[in-house]
């Protein structure tokens, strides 16, 4: 294993594990609906992460920087997705979202004392969003993008071994889920302390912020 494979490693490793909006969409789905929907919003990144190891090992994101456009039209439009999930988490605390059965009501609460590993009321639904909102905000995050454009290839050796590339975004795209279900598998054990209301509440208020920031950060770099 090479020395510049290894550096490539550790930088990797310190990218995934930083807390990001992916981060905070697999939390928010885990609390919300339970383990399987946190993995499956790591599912959704996953594919995205895998998409644009694609494109970029097939050169088609050379063309941002022929047509910078593309990027500014992404930065916009996951500016405008995190803005809207920021927003789905304040209208989760707004009067009437404890309603019988909705995700962190008092009602799922107390079927988690009952059986922690019990399907969640709304889960199909849970499940579902979870797969798009990982997919989605990764698909629209440039960051990503520039990843794949301008740091992987400081690790690619003079003459490299055939599929050296995919060698190295398959290590990101692994790496990558590993940590995002290690968040969700983490907050899964917590779904009971964040079911009470006032823990709930500052959750999704703190989601929401974080979110916002988020999306206003995306439109400040552009």
């Known amino acids: 294993m090479s020395s510049l494979y290894l550096a490539y490693l550790a930088a990797t490793i310190v990218l995934v594990i930083t807390p990001g909006a992916t981060t905070a969409v697999v939390v928010r789905n885990t609390l919300a609906n339970g383990h399987s929907a946190g993995v499956r919003a790591a599912l959704g990144a996953m594919v995205a992460n895998t998409t644009h190891a694609t494109l970029a090992g097939l050169g088609l994101w050379v063309l941002v920087g022929r047509w910078p456009m593309v990027l500014d039209s992404l930065r916009i439009g996951g500016a405008a997705y995190l803005a809207w999930l ?3 988490s304040l209208a989760r605390v707004w009067p009437g979202a404890n309603r019988p059965g909705a995700p962190f009501s008092r009602e799922s609460a107390d079927a988690d004392r009952r ?7 709304s889960s199909a639904d849970g499940q579902a969003s979870g797969f798009v909102e990982g997919l ?10 520039s990843f794949y454009i301008a740091v992987v ?4 050796p003079p003459a490299p071994p055939r599929f050296y590339f995919a060698l190295l975004a398959a ?3 692994v790496l990558g889920f590993a940590c995002h279900a290690g968040w969700a598998t983490a907050f899964h054990a917590l779904r009971r302390v964040f079911a009470r209301p006032g823990v709930r509440m500052t959750f999704e208020l703190g989601t929401a912020a974080a979110m916002l920031w988020l999306s206003a950060r995306v439109l400040g770099r552009m």
């Open 86 to 88: 920021g927003l789905k």
């Open 171 to 173: 290590t990101h795209i």
């Open 136 to 145: 989605t905000v990764n698909l629209l995050n440039p960051a990503i993008i």
């Open 115 to 121: 059986a922690p590993d019990a399907p969640v009321p």
């Open 153 to 156: 290839p400081t690790f690619i």
